[in-house]
C-alpha cells in the first residue's frame, strides 16, 4: 500500500468518526413512574429534546466508548466540562469527534507537506496538525464554557435582587426559582430549570444548588448558594441577605469590566506577538520550504524546538500578568 491510498483511508476514517460524534444519539430510558414525575415540568419527550436537540435513537458505537472509559479519571472532568458549556453529548461521543478530528488533521497535514517536500516532512507537519486537530475540540469546549459562566455571571446580580424581592413577596425559595427558570434569559433560566426539575426528582434544593456550582463555577454563585444553605440550617432573613449579596455581585461584575477594557490592550499584545513568528515561519516554508527545511536537522533544530518553548512562556507570562483577580 502506498503513501497516497494510506492517506485516502484515513480522510475516509475520520469522515466515519465525524459522522458517529456529530449524530449525539442516545437511547430513551424511563420507567412510567419517572415520566409520571417529569409531566409536572414537561413530557419526557419534551425533556429528551431539550437535553439532546430533538428525537434521537442510540449511537452504537459512542456506547461502546462510553462503557470502555466508564470509571476512568478523566471521564469525569470530561463530563464536567461538556455540562458546563452546555453542549448535549456524552462523553464517548465527544472521544470519537476528537479522534475524528485527529485523524483529520494528520491527513490534511501529511498532504500538505508531503506536496512540498519529502514524505517524512509530511509526516511530521501531519503529526502538529493532528495534535492540533486533538486539542480543537477540547480548546472550543472550554472557550465555550467560559463565555457560558461569564454569561451567567453578568446575570447573576439582576437574577439575585428577582430572587429578593420574590421571596419579600411571599414566594417559597422553590417558587421562586420557578419564576426565574421562566422569566431569566438565557444561561441563567436554562441552568435553574434544572435545579427545579432535580428539586421535583426529589433531590434536595441544596444538593441541586451544588450541582448548578459545580456546572457554573463562579465566586458569586457560590455567594448565593452559600447563603441559601446557611438560611436552610439557621433561618433569617433571605431576601435581606439577597439584597446585599446583589449589591456585591454587581459592584463586582462593574470592577471586572473595568478592568478588563484597561488591560484588553495588554491581552491583544500577548497574542499578536505571540503569532508574529509562527506566522511568518509559515510563510517562508510557503515561499521557500527548503529555506527552512535546514533548521530541522541536528543540532539546528535545537533552535525552532527553544523558539517554541520561549514563545510560549512568554505568552503564558503575559496572560498571567493582565489576569486580575478582585
Known sequence: MDMVSFVVILILLAAAMLAYGLANRRERVATPELEERLERFGSYDQAIAEATGGNRTPNIVAQQVDRAVRG???????????????LRMTVGEFLLMRGGSTAAGFAIGFMLGRGFTKPAVGLLV????????????????????????????????????????????????????????????????????????????????????AHLLRR?????????????????????????????IGETIRERVRIKGEVRVLTSQQSISGYVISGLPIGLAGLLFLINPNYEMGMLKFPWVCMPIAGVILITAGFVAMRKIVQIDI
Do not use: C
Open 126 to 209: 501531519g503529526i502538529v496538525i493532528a495534535f492540533a486537530g486533538w486539542m480543537l475540540p477540547q480548546w472550543y469546549v472550554a472557550r465555550r464554557a467560559r463565555q457560558r459562566t461569564q454569561h451567567f455571571v453578568n446575570q447573576l446580580g439582576d437574577t439575585v435582587v428577582l430572587m429578593a424581592n420574590s421571596l419579600r413577596a411571599g414566594y417559597s425559595l422553590l417558587q421562586t426559582m420557578e419564576m426565574v427558570s421562566r422569566e431569566a434569559p438565557a444561561p441563567m433560566s436554562e441552568e435553574f430549570r434544572r435545579v427545579v426539575r432535580e428539586v421535583g426528582l426529589g433531590i434536595s434544593a441544596q444538593d441541586s444548588m
Open 72 to 86: 476512568k479519571s478523566f471521564t469525569e472532568t470530561i463530563s464536567t466540562g461538556l455540562a458546563r458549556a452546555d
Open 216 to 244: 457554573v463555577p463562579s465566586e458569586d454563585l457560590d455567594l448565593l448558594v452559600t447563603a441559601i444553605n446557611i438560611q436552610h440550617e439557621v433561618g433569617g432573613n433571605l431576601a435581606q441577605i439577597l439584597d446585599v
